[in-house]
């Protein structure tokens, strides 16, 4: 809908438009809430712009706290020392045993380890263990009904038979042939208590038993109850974790600085701070020429069974010989945004917070490569108070700053 042609108005800015357009004579009532209006939406406009710069400079004030500025420095009384247990160390340079950090992969202990298959076809007619069971070396873990195993027992009492009543070389003759079924009832799985068994009460047992062929616990299993399953059909796997491999990929710079055999330790981001010990056997013969890595293989405890086959883990390599470093303990070290600093102790009562480029981390030390010399004094405990003291003097000075 168009203005009337005298209320139009034409090539004229919005606040021209507004004050010609409004009828401010016409009605008190709408004049009153017009200007009203109007002077609310000015006043509203002009309190943003005022505030914008101010949130700008608020938001760099707090960027800058997170960054260590050049000399920053802080005072704090010998007694103030004394109460936030505030302790200081000269850095000195030490041989230490820096273990080599490489990447690992758990994988199963193949001794430790079995699949369980049906060496005969038949029909499952009763399963005894299942996921997550503990199972012992010679534990039925299902029962099977089986017509080899029917006609094999059979000829096995005959062959039995036989043996007894023959002579001579029929005789010869009849135990060759019952040696050979007592083999095939062995391929079978059966075992020779249930031959003894078998041939004590003189008639065959009704169904198959499968038996694990070590102690370990229930993986997998892949059948159920009344499935018909043909030879080679997978049953179970069993596996004992509590020791279990790990292999380990070496860049080829760094063979000379192991031994091996030696002993290792594995952490897992899964579980922080725990430590698990094991032993490096075996140096693979060939290098992968993809990658340009040797393959170690380290046997683990693994208590509580916590590492599982397909972990990534970081593997600590004992090297041959000591290095001599410059290192602190990690506590000493405070954390900012883009970098990591220390506190240098200047005098009686005065310190200096100095940016440091940190390198490798090692039984609770880490190694310093830039930003503290040898016989310098630093905070080993108490630096977490000098930081809040330095920040709050950084703040101060910045408030001063903005007001003047």
């Given at each position: 809908?168009?203005?009337?042609?005298?209320?139009?108005?034409?090539?004229?800015?919005?606040?021209?438009?507004?004050?010609?357009?409004?009828?401010?004579?016409?009605?008190?009532?709408?004049?009153?809430?017009?200007?009203?209006?109007?002077?609310?939406?000015?006043?509203?406009?002009?309190?943003y712009?005022?505030?914008?710069?101010?949130?700008?400079?608020?938001?760099?004030?707090?960027?800058?706290?997170?960054?260590?500025?050049?000399?920053?420095?802080?005072?704090?009384?010998?007694?103030?020392?004394?109460?936030?247990?505030?302790?200081?160390?000269?850095?000195?340079?030490?041989?230490?045993?820096?273990?080599?950090?490489a990447?690992?992969?758990?994988?199963?202990?193949?001794?430790?380890y079995?699949?369980?298959?049906?060496?005969g076809?038949?029909?499952?007619?009763?399963?005894l263990?299942?996921?997550g069971?503990?199972?012992?070396?010679?534990?039925?873990?299902?029962?099977?009904?089986?017509?080899?195993?029917?006609?094999?027992?059979?000829?096995?009492?005959?062959?039995?038979?036989?043996?007894?009543?023959?002579?001579g070389?029929?005789?010869?003759?009849?135990?060759?042939?019952?040696?050979?079924?007592?083999?095939?009832?062995?391929?079978?799985?059966?075992g020779?208590e249930?031959?003894?068994?078998?041939?004590?009460?003189?008639?065959?047992?009704?169904?198959?038993?499968?038996?694990?062929?070590?102690?370990?616990?229930?993986?997998?299993?892949?059948?159920?109850?009344?499935?018909?399953?043909?030879?080679?059909?997978?049953?179970?796997r069993?596996?004992?974790?509590?020791?279990?491999?790990?292999?380990v990929?070496?860049?080829?710079?760094?063979?000379a600085k192991?031994?091996?055999?030696?002993?290792?330790?594995?952490?897992?981001?899964?579980?922080?701070?725990?430590?698990?010990?094991?032993?490096?056997?075996l140096?693979?013969?060939?290098?992968?020429?993809a990658?340009?890595?040797?393959?170690?293989?380290?046997?683990?405890?693994?208590?509580?069974?916590?590492?599982?086959?397909?972990?990534?883990?970081?593997?600590?390599?004992?090297?041959?010989?000591?290095?001599?470093?410059?290192?602190?303990?990690?506590r000493?070290?405070?954390?900012?945004?883009?970098?990591?600093?220390?506190?240098?102790?200047?005098?009686?009562?005065?310190?200096?917070?100095?940016?440091?480029?940190?390198?490798?981390?090692?039984?609770?030390?880490?190694?310093?490569?830039?930003?503290?010399?040898?016989?310098?004094?630093?905070?080993?405990?108490?630096?977490?108070?000098?930081?809040?003291?330095?920040?709050?003097?950084?703040?101060?000075?910045?408030?001063?700053?903005?007001?003047?």
């Amino acid at each position: 809908m168009s203005l009337p042609e005298s209320n139009q108005v034409k090539k004229l800015s919005y606040k021209k438009y507004v004050i010609k357009n409004i009828p401010w004579e016409k009605n008190t009532v709408r004049q009153k809430k017009y200007k009203e209006g109007f002077i609310f939406f000015n006043w509203l406009m002009a309190g943003y712009f005022l505030f914008l710069p101010a949130c700008r400079q608020s938001t760099e004030v707090h960027h800058q706290e997170a960054e260590v500025p050049a000399a920053a420095s802080v005072s704090l009384s010998t007694r103030g020392q004394e109460l936030v247990g505030l302790k200081t160390e000269v850095a000195t340079r030490r041989d230490y045993l820096i273990p080599l950090r490489a990447a690992g992969r758990v994988v199963f202990n193949p001794k430790n380890y079995t699949v369980v298959v049906a060496r005969g076809a038949g029909r499952v007619e009763e399963i005894l263990a299942y996921e997550g069971d503990w199972v012992e070396k010679g534990q039925v873990l299902l029962r099977l009904y089986s017509a080899e195993h029917q006609a094999l027992q059979a000829e096995y009492l005959q062959a039995k038979e036989r043996v007894s009543r023959a002579q001579g070389t029929d005789k010869e003759l009849a135990e060759r042939m019952l040696g050979s079924i007592t083999r095939r009832l062995k391929l079978l799985g059966v075992g020779d208590e249930e031959i003894k068994a078998l041939e004590g009460e003189g008639r065959s047992g009704e169904f198959l038993a499968i038996r694990s062929s070590l102690a370990g616990r229930i993986i997998n299993r892949s059948v159920n109850n009344g499935e018909y399953v043909e030879t080679g059909r997978e049953f179970f796997r069993v596996a004992d974790l509590s020791l279990v491999w790990v292999e380990v990929n070496v860049f080829e710079k760094d063979l000379a600085k192991l031994n091996i055999p030696s002993d290792c330790e594995v952490k897992v981001e899964a579980f922080p701070g725990q430590i698990f010990k094991g032993r490096v056997t075996l140096l693979a013969d060939v290098m992968d020429e993809a990658t340009r890595t040797f393959q170690l293989r380290a046997e683990v405890r693994n208590p509580g069974f916590r590492l599982k086959p397909g972990m990534y883990v970081d593997v600590y390599l004992l090297p041959r010989e000591k290095e001599k470093i410059l290192a602190v303990p990690e506590r000493a070290v405070r954390h900012f945004e883009t970098e990591e600093a220390i506190f240098i102790q200047t005098g009686p009562e005065s310190f200096s917070l100095r940016p440091v480029k940190l390198g490798r981390s090692f039984e609770g030390l880490v190694e310093i490569m830039e930003g503290l010399d040898e016989g310098e004094t630093y905070v080993t405990d108490g630096s977490f108070n000098l930081k809040s003291e330095f920040l709050k003097k950084t703040l101060e000075g910045e408030g001063h700053e903005h007001k003047h």
